[in-house]
């Protein structure tokens, strides 16, 4: 005789619904729709246990959720609904706009749960013509543009420093291009450009569009 809680667990139907419901909102990779519903597990077991159910109990049904999940986002991979590649170029793409660097691209899709190989070719192609050397570039830039570095940074004040000012702000140029994760060379190409060329790559990142 199946056990009868308090609290009534999630059903099948119901989590397939919730699937479904963040799908339509969000886009995401199959760790994170897995990732979704076992939370809406996990809160059903809190609330049940705190409803007075038997945690064993409560466990133990949990824990039999957890394949009915499984099925739930395969089936989700096989409708193509969730599709980790698709994911990726269109976070490699985003992220990039933004200023990411790859080094931390690569980190957000690992934490995503994209396999590497995934997250690899996605590095490669996601920014239509540009190569990854390029397309690093550009979103150094972004950041640059961003925090008023090197070629963005203003007139005025490039004007009026002296050399020990000016190489201290390089500096702090530097250390911010670093800690986001781009490398030296990346980072010093950028900071050394004139704002001519510098505009010129930018109308490179918005052409890939």
Do not use: N, Y
Request: charge should be positive.
């Amino acid at each position: 005789m199946p056990l009868s809680f308090t609290c009534p667990p999630p059903q099948r139907s119901t989590l397939r619904e919730a699937a479904l419901a963040h799908l339509a909102r969000f886009g995401t990779t199959r760790q994170g729709l897995e990732q979704v519903l076992l939370r809406r597990v996990a809160r059903w077991a809190q609330k049940a246990q705190r409803a007075g159910d038997c945690a064993e109990a409560v466990a133990e049904h949990a824990a039999e959720l957890r394949p009915v999940v499984t099925g739930i986002v395969d089936d989700m991979v096989r409708l193509g609904a969730v599709d980790d590649a698709v994911f990726a170029r269109s976070r490699v793409r985003r992220l990039v706009r933004s200023g990411r660097s790859g080094r931390a691209v690569d980190a957000h899709l690992a934490a995503k749960g994209v396999a590497s190989t995934v997250r690899d070719e996605a590095l490669e192609t996601a920014v239509g013509t540009l190569g990854p050397a390029e397309r690093e570039v550009c979103a150094a830039l972004v950041l640059a543009r961003k925090r008023r570095l090197g070629p963005f940074a203003p007139a005025d004040m490039m004007d009026h420093e002296d050399e020990a000012a000016a190489m201290a702000a390089r500096h702090r140029a530097l250390g911010v291009l670093a800690r986001a994760g781009f490398a030296r060379d990346v980072a010093q190409r950028v900071l050394d450009m004139q704002a001519e060329e510098a505009e010129a790559w930018m109308d490179r990142l918005r052409a890939e569009s």
